[in-house]
């Protein structure tokens, strides 16, 4: 028996990277997995691989900046899977390269709207299917949401907004039995970061005393356990999975 066993899952961002490897654990662990993602072809091949292995997963087009597209989503999972009672919330992106006073517009709402408001959007919808239920959330934010950096203004502020959205929502929803928690992943191999480990721009051995990049089934497995009842008396944390980096 996994550790979530006939659970109603679903996963924002599902199509690649943290969310992706998500999609997959959860669905090891016993759930059926909605799998949402901007890019629909991504995730429907992530729902494939889900089904090719034994499990139970659909995929769903969804724009998590868009609330109403977001909660239809959320909703037409409910409809074809029964009532949600795990979420995890990965859909994001990254955006900066500039200091604060020369940020674009565009990057700042882009990143606001898409880390922060999509979060709470998600949130939204997951929290409908679980009211009277019970539950659980993980809201994917960053090492970026208890920290500074540099030259990323507006992905921080996004990112802890998540954190303190997630702290926030944990206590006004405890009382319906749902737990919210946050995972703070520090430099994850992904198609996010590729690019910049490949270049030297991020040095994993400078960021954490593990000296690599953390693969995304790392943050997966924590995710896993939070929304498992193994976690049942944890509530409104943010979780560092970095290496040991905030540690230093």
């Not at 090719?52 to 899977?81: M, P, Q």
């Not at 009382?175 to 590729?194: F, K, L, Y």
């Not at 997966?220 to 560092?240: H, K, Q």
Request: include cysteine; glycine fraction near 14%; charged fraction near 15%.
């Amino acid at each position: 028996m996994g550790l979530l066993q006939d659970k109603v899952g679903l996963v924002t961002g599902g199509g690649s990277g943290i969310g992706r490897a998500t999609a997959q654990r959860l669905a090891q662990e016993g759930a059926s997995v909605a799998v949402l993602d901007l890019n629909l072809a991504n995730a429907e091949a992530v729902a494939e691989q889900i089904r090719e292995r034994g499990g139970i997963a659909h995929a769903f087009g969804c724009d998590v900046s868009n609330k109403s597209a977001t909660l239809a989503a959320i909703a037409e999972a409910a409809e074809r899977f029964g009532p949600i009672d795990v979420a995890v919330n990965c859909a994001g992106i990254g955006g900066g390269g500039a200091a604060f006073a020369d940020l674009s517009d565009d990057i700042w709402d882009r990143n606001l709207g898409v880390n922060l408001s999509g979060v709470r959007n998600s949130m939204l919808g997951e929290i409908r299917q679980m009211r009277g239920r019970g539950g659980s959330i993980v809201n994917i934010s960053s090492g970026a949401g208890l920290e500074g950096v540099a030259w990323l203004s507006a992905y921080v502020a996004s990112k802890h907004g998540v954190v303190g959205l997630t702290k926030s929502a944990a206590l006004d929803h405890a009382a319906d039995g749902i737990r919210i928690n946050a995972i703070c992943p520090g430099v994850i191999a992904t198609p996010m970061t590729q690019g910049a480990l490949d270049a030297g721009m991020l040095d994993p051995a400078a960021l954490s005393p593990m000296k690599r990049p953390g693969r995304p089934e790392e943050v997966a497995a924590a995710a896993a356990w939070l929304c498992s009842d193994e976690a049942s008396y944890v509530t409104g944390i943010a979780m560092p999975v970095d290496g040991g980096h905030l540690a230093q």
